[in-house]
């Protein structure tokens, strides 16, 4: 079974400073993580993902996250936060030896960046 | 030169009515989904799609059912709409087995008096 859980309901962060948007996650084997964005009244958005290689996976708009196998988690990260950033966001993931090609998602975070 | 689209944007229908809601990717991938996020933003998966095989999520209603005329669409039939039906539903696509990012269509508002 593969499972993800995101903390945090709501993330809130002054313009400038770095943020953090916690994911954490459960499979029986090796995950296929992804971060998606969504702003009000559209589509979730592609961020990045991790399938295998390097534990530090850029992504869109300054975004990065972390493969930390042994916490089992994969945290998003910024430097510097936009107000633009304002958005959810909802980690997902996949285990490929269940068998199946559906990611579960988790709950999603809602990131609000004060000017 | 949209990705994944979706059809109509918003659906305003009475209970007990049935009702379509088309999507289409132009993206040549093999496998739709299709979605429901509710008021809370949940976002929850109702159906998979490729050209070989069906997974429906076992908590929805049978009154939900999908159409696929061909590898590029995917259509979602719903039944007696009921009040709780209203949510949005989001159309997806990807490729299995090349990294599967899945591309989100712009969603469908569905609202049931």
């Known amino acids: 079974a593969q499972s993800v859980a995101q903390p945090e309901d709501q993330v809130n962060v002054a313009e400038g400073n770095p943020l953090t948007v916690k994911c954490t996650y459960s499979?029986?084997?090796?995950?296929?993580l992804f971060w998606y964005v969504q702003y009000p009244n559209r589509g979730l958005q592609f961020l990045l993902k991790y399938i295998t290689g390097d534990n530090l996976v850029k992504g869109s708009y300054g975004f990065e996250a972390e493969f930390n196998k042994s916490q089992t988690s994969f945290h998003l990260k910024k430097p510097s936060a936009l107000v633009s950033d304002s958005a959810l966001y909802f980690c997902a993931v996949r285990d490929p030896s269940g068998g199946s090609y559906i990611p579960t998602f988790g709950r999603g975070t809602s990131l609000i960046v004060h000017p | 030169d949209t990705a994944v689209s979706q059809t109509p944007k918003y659906l305003v229908t009475q209970m007990g009515n049935d009702k379509s809601i088309k999507c289409e990717q132009n993206?040549?991938?093999?496998?739709m989904y299709w979605y429901k996020q509710d008021s809370k933003k949940f976002l929850k998966i109702m159906f998979s799609y490729n050209n070989k095989e069906l997974i429906i999520n076992e908590t929805v209603p049978n009154r939900f059912s999908p159409k696929s005329p061909d590898k590029a669409h995917l259509n979602l039939h719903i039944n007696s709409l009921e009040l709780g039906d209203s949510a949005v539903y989001f159309c997806?696509?990807?490729?299995?087995?090349?990294?599967?990012?899945?591309?989100f269509g712009p969603g469908t508002r569905l609202l049931v008096l």
């Open positions: 499979v029986s084997g090796n995950p296929y």
């Open positions: 997806a696509s990807t490729n299995r087995g090349t990294g599967e990012t899945q591309y």
């Open positions: 993206l040549g991938h093999d496998t």
